[in-house]
């Protein structure tokens, strides 16, 4: 299934709601085993935050291995791209290692204790 | 900047000339502090522009931030514009600040880069606002790729002052081109809690000094948000663009300082405590500076 990313987000990709949109999207897709191709063309200004919502937040219950064969990107720009690697870089250390994570659930416990 | 009693009640803000010297910095700062001491029946100010001669953009979101800071506390500003130096009154009025404090003149498209009070995280507006106001004048002589990699950057310290520093007045900006110098600088600032104080905010780093807690916060996947999702790489690519392209970020946060330049990183704990976060970043005009990624990447397929 192809996602003409601009038709969703506009020209920026830059906010966590906008992320949001795209992962709702693909992820029943993608979890069902189905390959996507995520098109930028006209997709010009890139955050971080983005990629983290609508990419990285995939490696919590698909694996890389999956995501490899099924996630096709297409027309991204260099800065685009380079914004995307190190965003996977660090979901793959997030979601793979379970002290990390350990770790946070525990932050996340304490800090709800104390609310 | 003096604050002086004119009687009990009414105090005189004087604004003084405000560059980028450490002094004026740090006595911005200690401002901020005096008038969050004031008691709340001292907060009616006049402000008087008579000793100003230069106020530099960071000087103009500062000053935006302080004036919204005694709004906020339930103070009033009374501006005597009459003392306004005719060369600061003309870009202030073109860059908004003035309009945005009651003076009646709306601003204009000019030579000035506008100023900005964000109350609320619009990201789209600050994107439109970096590119096309701060970087698209005509003043930098870049590819609009290259504009576009410089707004997902700079974005990136919105979106954290946005997500982090907890800032009831929202973030403050302003800009300015140096021609001769040339470099386009952009300072951010929010009145919130600072970024050590949030680092700090989680039990593992507790101890930690100020440089050590920004230092935390410029390392890839750390971040003081801790949902399901991963993040914590905005400042680390913010700080790989501005040393890849000779630019220069610096950044005052609680006693925290940072200045990254060309292949050199610099923090430092300072005795002055600014509770809030004040960043500066310094670009070049000229493309011939800047090293982009290349487009080799569509060639490679395993990315996750």
Not at chain 1, 48 to 72: H, T, Y
Not at chain 2, 167 to 184: D, E, I, N, R
Not at chain 2, 245 to 253: E, Q, R
Request: aromatic letters at 12%.
């Amino acid at each position: 299934m192809a996602y003409k990313i601009f038709n969703i987000v506009g020209e920026y990709a830059i906010t966590a709601e906008s992320g949001q949109k795209v992962y709702d999207e693909i992820h029943p897709v993608l979890f069902a085993g189905n390959p996507v191709e995520l098109d930028f063309t006209g997709v010009k200004v890139f955050a971080s935050l983005f990629f983290n919502v609508a990419i990285g937040q995939l490696l919590k219950d698909i694996p890389a291995d999956k995501l490899n064969r099924l996630v096709e990107f297409t027309a991204i720009s260099s800065d685009g791209w380079n914004v995307l690697e190190r965003v996977i870089t660090n979901a793959k250390h997030y979601y793979s290692d379970k002290e990390f994570r350990n770790a946070v659930d525990v932050v996340i416990a304490e800090q709800a204790a104390t609310l | 900047m003096l604050l002086e009693t004119k009687n009990q009640a009414n105090l005189i803000l004087y604004v003084t000339n405000i560059d980028d010297n450490p002094y004026h910095f740090n006595k911005l700062f200690k401002l901020r502090d005096e008038i969050e001491a004031l008691p709340q029946d001292c907060l009616n100010i006049k402000v008087d522009f008579h000793y100003c001669e230069f106020l530099g953009h960071y000087g103009v979101a500062f000053l935006g931030g302080l004036f919204r800071l005694i709004e906020l506390r339930g103070g009033s500003l009374t501006f005597d514009w009459n003392t306004l130096p005719d060369k600061i009154r003309m870009n202030l009025a073109q860059n908004g600040f003035l309009y945005d404090f009651g003076f009646n003149t709306k601003p204009w498209d000019g030579n000035s880069i506008p100023y900005r009070n964000d109350l609320h995280q619009n990201m789209s507006a600050i994107a439109d606002y970096l590119k096309y106001n701060w970087l698209g004048k005509g003043w930098v002589n870049i590819s609009p790729r290259l504009q576009d990699a410089i707004t997902g950057r700079v974005l990136e310290i919105y979106l954290n002052a946005f997500d982090h520093s907890q800032s009831a007045m929202g973030v403050f900006s302003c800009g300015q081109h140096y021609p001769k110098l040339g470099f386009l600088h952009l300072t951010v600032i929010d009145f919130g809690i600072g970024i050590p104080s949030s680092v700090r905010s989680l039990p593992q780093n507790l101890d930690k000094t100020a440089n050590e807690a920004l230092k935390w916060a410029f390392e890839p996947g750390n971040s003081t948000k801790q949902d399901s999702i991963s993040r914590g790489a905005g400042l680390n690519l913010l700080q790989e663009f501005i040393i890849k392209n000779h630019g220069n970020l610096t950044i005052f946060s609680n006693d925290g300082y940072v200045n990254i330049s060309d292949n050199r990183v610099i923090y430092e704990n300072k005795c002055t405590n600014f509770r809030g976060t004040l960043i500066n970043i310094a670009l070049r005009c000229d493309e011939s500076y800047y090293c982009l990624a290349s487009e080799v990447h569509q060639l490679k397929r395993r990315l996750f």
